[in-house]
């Protein structure tokens, strides 16, 4: 674009970027307002375990609807939420959500379902997670065992003594942690011994092309039977068709989540997969 306007391209850019900026503040203040109002919601995508079949969890992911702009992506608000330390009371009600509804579908006889919740570095850092956790906890009532936060390497490779006290302090409470996005982030995985993790997801930019890209085979099959050796379950993401389920099946991942199975979908229609 800056190519084609020429001469213009910097006040192209000026114009753009104050656009972003403006846009910025409008999108930051409508967050507000939808923290406010309770314009969030969760939506659940199923988790599978590649073997039997058997669903096995869910992952909550945000949702926003804002009554102009529509469906505004996670992808683009939760960044703006992470700067601007939103992220602390938008996560906490996050967990609070996920966890009632976790709840209620243990109460309806859904006992060894895992609900997993996304947790951004920026609540570790600027909130209190084991104080939010725990008082989802409490509140819900849902067990912290079928409780998982998804934590992300950039997270995990600072070592800083408030992360390792507040990481070590939810393990005591019970509630079990999987890397999201695994693979994109570092190659020293030397956090892989200091905290105890239960899963690797493997991000879906390896999961996409799987079928006819080798590369993306050889990474897949090397995270797997790394986790093989560490204990660890893989889950992959991404997943939209049953060849590429064939294949991680092939490769030794054990569990998966994907547009093959279902998206995210709202609670009242998550249940037709614990009916089935
Ligand atoms: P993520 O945690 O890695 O979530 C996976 C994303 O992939 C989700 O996008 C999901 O809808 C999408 N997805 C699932 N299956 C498929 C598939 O088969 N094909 C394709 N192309 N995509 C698939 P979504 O919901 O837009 O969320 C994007 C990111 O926003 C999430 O990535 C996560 O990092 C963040 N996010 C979402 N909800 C929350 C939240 O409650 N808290 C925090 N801190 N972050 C969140
Ligand atoms: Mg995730
Ligand atoms: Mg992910
Ligand atoms: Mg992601």
Request: with cysteine.
């Amino acid at each position: 674009r800056a190519k084609e306007s020429g001469r213009n391209a910097f006040r192209f850019w000026d114009t753009e970027m104050n656009a972003s900026v403006v846009e910025h503040v409008e999108l930051l203040s409508a967050m507000r307002a939808a923290l406010a109002h309770r314009d969030f919601t969760l939506s659940y995508q199923p988790q599978f375990d590649l073997r039997t079949g058997r669903l096995i969890g869910a992952e909550a992911l945000i949702r926003w609807r804002h009554a102009e702009l529509g469906q505004i992506s996670p992808a683009r608000f939760i960044p703006l939420a992470e700067r601007s330390g939103l992220i602390v009371p938008i996560g906490d009600w996050v967990l609070q959500e996920a966890c009632t509804q976790a709840q209620r579908w243990r109460a309806a006889g859904w006992t060894d379902l895992t609900i997993s919740v996304n947790v951004s570095p920026v609540q570790f850092k600027r909130g209190s997670v084991e104080t939010s956790v725990a008082q989802a906890l409490a509140e819900s009532g849902l067990p912290s065992g079928n409780l998982e936060l998804e934590l992300t390497e950039s997270l995990l490779i600072q070592d800083s003594l408030s992360l390792i006290e507040s990481l070590a302090s939810l393990r005591r409470l019970g509630v079990r942690f999987a890397i999201d996005d695994f693979g994109t982030g570092y190659s020293n995985l030397a956090y892989l011994k200091r905290f105890e993790v239960e899963r690797l997801k493997i991000d879906q930019t390896f999961v996409r092309r799987l079928t006819d890209d080798v590369q993306d085979q050889a990474i897949v099959r090397a995270i797997v039977q790394m986790a093989a050796s560490l204990n660890l379950f893989t889950v992959a993401e991404g997943v939209e068709d049953g060849a590429t389920l064939a294949l991680l099946g092939d490769l030794g991942c054990q569990q998966g989540q994907g547009f093959h199975w279902s998206p995210a979908v709202p609670a009242a229609e998550f249940e037709k997969f614990l009916a089935a």
